[in-house]
C-alpha cells in the first residue's frame, strides 16, 4: 500500500467516522459506495470536501468522472496524483 493511499484511507475513516476500521479492511479496489463499504451521498459530499480542502482536488458533483473518481481508493488516489501532476 502507497503512502497516498493509507493517507485516503485515513481520511475515510477519519471523515467518516467510521468506527471499528482500520486501513486495512478497506479495499483498495472495493466498492466505496454499496456493497463494499456502503457510503452513501451525504458521505460522498463530506469526502469530497475533505478531498478538496486537503488535496486542492476540484470536484464537480454532477460530473460522470467524479463518480468513477468514487468508486474506489484506487480511483481517488490515481485522480489526486494526477492533480499533483498537473499543479
Known sequence: MSDLELEVKQLIIEVLELED??????????????????????????????????????LDAKSEQTRHHFQSVANLVALIESSQEGA
Open 21 to 58: 476500521i482500520t486501513p486495512e479492511d478497506i479495499k483498495s479496489d472495493g466498492m466505496l459506495f454499496g456493497e463494499d463499504l456502503g457510503l452513501d451521498s451525504i458521505d460522498a459530499l463530506e469526502l469530497g470536501l475533505s478531498i478538496h480542502k486537503k488535496y486542492n482536488v476540484k
